[in-house]
């Protein structure tokens, strides 16, 4: 085992502005976890234009840490208010609320904060052993295989991670015509610009991000009120009791691992993470009526897995340039905004990056977990701000950080544009995550396919014959079949869930976007 | 998987946005023919966003077939809402080359607070407050070159 790739990673990380960076993010993270209505999909969305001007190791290590900052932070509202602070923390309403009412808030909110804290180190442990292989693996890929695990990659995911796959399968196509808006990549003719000039670059990937997830999202707390009761219950002390922390063992030992195997995947990360593992957790119980009325297990379980998944999403970011979720697709995004396209060579070019977000992971949840057990209630404060000021100011951030990035008018017309979409796709029944997924990869995807027939010589079965793509096909067929199985029950899970019917809102959002 | 009745859940099913996009696919597929479409050895630059379009439109025309679900009940005054919302937001798009940051984004501020139902009072002190912040962050700490304007009064 070579560790000198994680040194430099702890080497890049312990630079002064990069541990300054950490801390922005997580605690960015733990924020809008915690406001509800704001989920990092937005705020990264909204960060993007600062990390402009950043150097990329820094960069990424900073939107890493709103991603999983913000799955600490989701839990808070979860367990104090019965809303929850971004999509992965739903499952922590059904027995955090009840633990809460139960007057067992505080142990609540600090075994979330334990197991999360175990997850992440487990996490980064399995980054650090999966991450080389699977890069050196994927040096032997071609555009063949790229072109496959690409589309297969958007179409589990729009399976995964959505409430109706045809409308999510749509929603990715729209985001491949719409990566095709601009100049041929390899002809240079223009393509869908209507004449316009300024399309000819094709549309500004964070304008379309900016828009449809975070003007999109502004829009839409104006009609939507998630602002809760407003009655926080008392928290009282937060370590849980040692009996508590033995009933928690198990379910925080297989969570970490529900939850880094699943953000390997497509559609995966800290949502379809902490479902499941709410689902193993209350079948291997002896006493599954207790979920939904408060067990503790129902809590560590999940958010255990939620924080695992979110960082192990990274590797197929890192290692394969493949983004399993729209919040990996937006750093992917800032990557290539910076000039660099991830991929399996990127271990090798940029160590800094590759190793310094695997290291960063550590550092921050070591910070995580000191804001979260000790500096709690600071956190709780938070709930006090009016929604209103938040909103209204991030509109304005949104304008100004998409102006900043080209000094473009035109831009400003996109994001509202695209916001107005935004919304409109969230009141109708679409989701915006596929196709910005899909927007990301289709920039990458065409010229792959399009080399990919090249090579061949217009032979359609190279996507199918070589030896790598084939059985690359065969393996995603399989993990095809095991997640949509496994989606079923999660499910059927979903359908049979104690549902409140004061907070509709709640049982929305599960399936809502990620 | 909602906590939708069966007849709430119909009441919300609807084709029409799905009819929109189907719409849309279809333009998509003959602007994509007339780009070229190649060859299967030389695709040209035609052939991915027709293979992309057909996509659009075999999804979209599935789900015309067997509509979609609105996830939440809209309301008039909901939609009056957001097209003010984006009726201000559009004002500070034509403002800020005019006459700069300020002015347009303490409108925009005051607009939104406004339709959240804030005072007046609270509304314009984050305006105010809001946009000198703002100014100091982009401005001064991340160095953005705003529009000044050639209408400002000698700008910021």
Not at chain 1, 33 to 56: E, F, H, K, R, S
Not at chain 1, 259 to 275: D, E, K, N, Q, Y
Not at chain 1, 341 to 366: C, K, Q, Y
Not at chain 1, 374 to 402: C, E, K, N, Q
Request: charged share 15%; with cysteine; proline share 6%.
């Amino acid at each position: 085992m070579d560790f000198s790739g994680i040194l430099v990673g702890v080497e890049t990380t312990l630079t002064p502005s990069n541990l300054l960076f950490v801390l922005i993010g997580v605690l960015v993270g733990m924020v809008i976890g915690v406001i509800p209505g704001l989920g990092p999909t937005a705020t990264i969305a909204l960060l993007l234009p600062l990390t402009y001007g950043l150097d990329p190791a820094t960069a990424v290590i900073m939107l890493a840490g709103i991603y999983y900052g913000s799955m600490y932070g989701g839990t808070i509202t979860s367990v104090l208010l019965h809303l929850p602070g971004e999509a992965a923390s739903v499952v922590t309403t059904f027995d955090g609320y009840q633990m809460a009412k139960q007057g067992r808030a505080g142990p609540a909110l600090g075994i979330a904060a334990i197991g999360s804290f175990i997850g992440g180190l487990a996490s980064v442990a399995g980054l650090v052993l999966v991450a080389p292989l699977m890069a050196g693996f994927a040096l032997r890929f071609g555009p063949p295989e790229f072109t496959v695990l690409a589309l297969l990659g958007i179409v589990l995911a729009a399976y995964l991670a959505s409430r109706r796959f045809a409308a999510a399968l749509a929603m990715a196509a729209c985001g491949l015509v719409l990566a095709t808006v601009g100049q041929d990549s390899i002809e240079g003719s223009p393509r869908f610009t209507f004449g316009s000039l300024k399309l000819l670059n094709g549309l500004d990937f964070v304008a379309v991000a900016m828009g449809l997830f975070g003007l999109g999202e502004l829009l839409h707390t104006l009609d939507r009120s998630r602002r809760g009761t407003g009655e926080v219950i008392p928290v009282g002390h937060v370590m849980p009791s040692r009996d508590e922390l033995r009933q928690c063992r198990g379910p925080i030992a297989r969570g970490s691992v529900i939850g880094f195997v699943l953000g390997l995947l497509p559609g995966g990360g800290g949502m379809v993470a902490s479902l499941s593992s709410y689902a193993v957790e209350k079948r291997r119980s002896r006493t599954p009526e207790r979920f939904g009325k408060g067990a503790i297990e129902g809590v560590a379980g999940p958010e255990t897995a939620n924080n695992a998944g979110s960082q192990s999403s990274f590797i197929p970011l890192l290692t394969l340039g493949l983004p399993p979720n729209p919040v990996l697709a937006l750093i992917l995004g800032a990557l290539l905004i910076q000039g660099i396209t991830p991929g399996p060579r990127l271990i090798e070019d940029h160590p800094d990056i590759f190793w310094g977000v695997i290291a960063s992971m550590l550092v921050g949840n070591v910070i995580l977990l000191a804001l979260n057990l000790p500096l709690v209630r600071v956190f709780i404060r938070i709930l006090d701000i009016r929604v209103a000021i938040l909103v209204a100011l991030a509109v304005v951030v949104t304008m100004l950080g998409v102006f900043s990035i080209n000094n473009s008018i035109f831009d400003l017309w996109v994001v509202l544009a695209f916001g107005l979409v935004g919304y409109g796709m969230r009141k109708v029944g679409f989701e915006p995550g596929p196709l910005v997924l899909a927007f990301v990869l289709g920039a990458l995807l065409e010229p792959a396919a399009r080399q990919s027939l090249l090579l061949s010589g217009g032979d359609l079965t190279v996507f199918v014959t070589r030896p790598i793509s084939g059985s690359m096909l065969a393996l995603a067929a399989l993990v095809a079949i095991v997640s949509v199985v496994a989606a079923r029950r999660r499910r059927a899970l979903l359908a049979d869930l104690p549902v409140d019917e004061s907070e509709p809102s709640a049982v929305e959002d599960k399936e809502e976007a990620r | 998987m909602t906590s939708l009745t069966a007849e709430e859940g119909a009441e919300r099913s609807h084709r029409w946005a799905p009819l929109l996009l189907l719409c849309g696919g279809v333009v998509a597929v003959v602007a994509s023919v007339r780009l070229g479409l190649g060859d299967v050895t030389q695709p040209g630059p035609g052939a991915w966003p027709l293979l992309a379009s057909v996509g659009v439109v075999l999804t979209s025309a599935w789900l015309v077939v067997t509509g979609i679900e609105a996830p939440e009940e809209t309301d008039r005054s909901d939609l009056a809402h957001v097209g003010l919302a984006v009726a201000s937001t559009a004002g500070f798009v034509v403002l800020l080359p005019l006459i700069g940051m300020p002015v347009p984004a303490a409108l925009m501020i005051t607009a939104w607070m406004r339709l959240f139902g804030e005072t007046w009072r609270l509304a314009m002190l984050t305006a105010v407050l809001g946009t000198v912040a703002l100014q100091v962050v982009f401005v001064d700490l991340l160095g953005v070159s705003l529009p000044v304007g050639p209408l400002a009064p000698g700008g910021w």
